[in-house]
């Protein structure tokens, strides 16, 4: 019998095998504690499991689905950058960032849904990999326990941002936020849980009516349809402004809250631009969240430190919730897939 990843469990499932093999139910709640809370990487260490079940378990599943490959530190503000393998030989990466830059403030890890990503986006590295696979639940919980494992901190705060597109792997995704979220899982609270999405508008959908209590982030990134489009390919099939309606019409009666990305580029931070925004949204528990374009990749503009001033003034001007989110780990592949790209030769 090949081995299984038994962070694919989702609680339920843990419960129906433990009940399946003759143990307890309430063996699952230990294993989970076990797992996540004491980030276990041995079955040898359950010790209020018998000396019989700890054999079991060991013959039966896997409790690492990742390898650790690379770690790398930026110098400028303590930002990590992880290069993982998969069991198949794929690589994944995942960042640990320290957001006031100290080990009690917040910390978040920024997780890899997918290995590469089939939506296209022109400005992303992890395009150019393209689509290999979905990450098991296991793959991307694991992403959290090596993390807390390598650094000694535990992470408050964790973003759906990683390479791929979370939504295209929507089952696997929310089982790990649950996972996440419970109190014998990782026991991260659900507002400090963020799902990105490049606008897959029956994702949204679905996940607003289903009354996941994680936080919504969409890439906007323009607010011309036809410029989107050259962009971000999704434009076509889920226009943005339907998006916009859909939030409009959902949002009053459910209680995600949601953040608009909008990477700034040179040729869309203009006052109409912002003009536009206003009018996109109501806004309230939607927030705007502007990113300066890093780099001049891709033959994308970007855009000049006083463009960028005036453009979050003009926003700030129309009473726009808006923050700014700063470039970080720029001298460790801060962007993501720039890490795996290098694996994927490109
Ligand atoms: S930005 Fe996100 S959704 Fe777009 S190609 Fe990159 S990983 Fe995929």
Redesign the pocket.
């Known amino acids: 019998m090949s081995q299984r990843f038994i962070k694919n469990f989702s609680f339920h499932e843990a419960v129906d095998y433990f009940r399946e093999t003759g143990e307890k139910e309430y063996r699952a709640k230990q294993l989970f504690i076990w797992l996540y809370e004491m980030n276990a990487d041995s079955f040898d260490v359950m010790t209020n499991f018998s000396k019989e079940l700890r054999n079991r378990l060991k013959k039966e599943f896997i409790i690492s689905p990742l390898t650790l490959r690379e770690r790398l530190v930026s110098k400028k503000d303590g930002t990590e950058k992880f290069l993982f393998e998969t069991r198949d030989g794929q690589f994944i990466e995942s960042v640990f960032i320290r957001n006031d830059g100290s080990d009690t403030g917040r910390l978040t890890v920024c997780v890899s849904s997918?290995i590469g990503?089939?939506?296209?986006?022109r400005?992303?590295?992890?395009?150019k990999v393209g689509f290999r696979r979905d990450l098991q639940t296991a793959e991307i919980l694991d992403q959290l326990s090596r993390i807390r494992r390598v650094t000694g901190l535990k992470n408050n705060n964790v973003v759906f941002?990683?390479?791929?597109?979370p939504f295209m792997n929507y089952e696997n995704v929310m089982k790990a936020a649950d996972i996440m979220n419970y109190s014998f899982g990782f026991h991260i609270s659900a507002r400090k849980i963020t799902i990105?999405?490049?606008g897959l508008m029956d994702h949204i959908e679905r996940f607003i009516d289903e009354k996941r209590p994680y936080n919504l982030a969409i890439?906007l990134n323009d607010t011309v349809s036809e410029k989107r489009k050259l962009y971000?390919p999704?434009e076509k099939k889920y226009p943005f402004a339907k998006i916009s309606k859909l939030l409009r019409e959902k949002l009053p009666a459910s209680k995600n809250r949601v953040t608009i990305e909008y990477v700034m580029r040179k040729d869309n931070i203009k006052p109409e631009d912002a003009a536009r925004l206003k009018k996109m949204f109501k806004y309230g528990r939607i927030k705007l969240n502007v990113i300066p374009l890093s780099r001049g990749e891709y033959d994308l503009e970007v855009p000049a430190a006083d463009e960028i001033d005036d453009f979050i003034k003009e926003l700030e001007s129309m009473n726009i919730p808006v923050s700014v989110r700063k470039s970080l780990g720029s001298d460790i592949c801060g962007a993501?897939?720039q890490l795996s790209g290098k694996k994927y030769d490109l």
């Open positions: 997918q990503c089939q939506m296209g986006c400005f992303c590295q992890t395009a941002m990683g390479m791929g597109e990105s999405t490049s890439s971000m999704v993501c897939g």
